[in-house]
DNA sequence: GTCTATAATAAGATAGAC
DNA sequence: GTCTATCTTATTATAGAC
């Protein structure tokens, strides 16, 4: 009946792997944060930090994907859907001050040379949400080939002006992503049609 | 006459940096890459760690920023050359097997939250091969204030391009991002024309 | 400039009790 | 399911000799 000690231990350890990345993580600081038993962590999670941020990695992924299904959904024209998403990106961004944002990209960085466990959670996870863009534009009459790719651009584009956006504690990099993918989506849809 | 050592010591750092990140990048391993004097460390940088990195990371991008003034400069065209030199970038990483690229990103999320001193310097990093793109983009014929945008949305698709590369093992997504960052530019250039 | 030795701390992980 | 205690090993940094 703990489920909720476990939840608790997964979305404490997927905040704290957002800001500080993997290394930075110690599992005493999880414990301490979550406000959760010291007992429990290896308890759920036999194979220490290794299985605890994998899953936290995945399920993270998995709830941004998720999020970002429903956000395009709610606007019809795929061009306008993605460029409100990425604005929302910045404005949340924005809000807690460039400090948070690419929620895995630091430990995908760090994991991708030393664990082929987290390595494959991160590739699954931005597999994941390449996936539901490119849908999207699909729909938006983009072949199957052509919205793959420029799934791939955006995914790159927002992951990369995080970064950006947390180093030189400025969300209006996103902003002007933002426009420049409309843009892009524009052109490639003229040239399509 | 040890600038030998001091250069040493940089060299390594920066390789470890971008591959593992700032906090599973020890002092002793950098040591023992360098192949330098255990002593010499903290007498070329007496502030630890934190001096190291800064310094590390502030060298790796004023060299980045010089090889893209260089390369840019070899081709007339700037989206032709924008394009040579993503394209560059993705041999490179698929010859060395996806393991490195994005030098310092992993640093900057990592300490983003955690050092100013370092968070300085990726930022500063950043900056400067922000503007080497500007500015061959004004050459082509962009507005002053066009082209920075632009150049915004370059480095940071590289950079998340990279992120993504590594994590996928797969330098082809580089590849793409060359093709739509030329597409671009050219939609760019034709509708500012 | 470089050495060794060491301080001081923190890390991840395990054992065994309850 | 959870606790405490502990093992082992790493970390950054400093002191003082040479």
Redesign the pocket.
């Known amino acids: 009946?703990?489920?909720?000690?476990?939840d608790k231990i997964l979305a404490t350890t997927s905040s704290l792997l957002e800001r500080q990345g993997?290394?930075a993580?110690?599992?005493?600081?999880?414990?301490s944060e979550s406000a959760?038993?010291?007992?429990?962590?290896?308890?759920?999670?036999?194979?220490?930090?290794?299985?605890?941020a994998s899953e936290a990695v995945a399920l993270r992924m998995r709830a941004t994907a998720e999020f970002a299904r429903r956000f395009l959904g709610e606007i019809n024209d795929p061009v306008e859907a993605v460029y409100a998403m990425i604005m929302d990106m910045a404005e949340k961004m924005s809000k807690q001050g460039c400090g948070t944002g690419a929620p895995i990209a630091a430990v995908a960085l760090e994991a991708s040379n030393s664990s082929e466990r987290i390595r494959k959670a991160c590739a699954d996870g931005y597999q994941g949400l390449q996936e539901v863009l490119a849908a999207k534009l699909v729909m938006g009459g983009f072949s199957a080939e052509r919205a793959s790719s420029l799934a791939m651009t955006i995914n790159a584009s927002i992951e990369g002006g995080m970064v950006l956006s947390r180093t030189k504690h400025d969300s209006d990099i996103l902003v002007s992503i933002a426009d420049d993918m409309k843009f892009l989506l524009r052109s490639a849809l003229q040239a399509s049609g």
Chains 1, 2 share one sequence.
Not at 25 to 31: D, E, S
Not at 43 to 48: E, M, T
Request: hydrophobic share 30%; aromatic share 16%.
């Open positions: 009946m703990s489920k909720a000690t476990r993997y290394h993580t110690g599992l005493a600081q999880i414990v959760t038993p010291r007992g429990s962590l290896y308890y759920y999670f036999p194979d220490g930090k290794e299985e605890l």
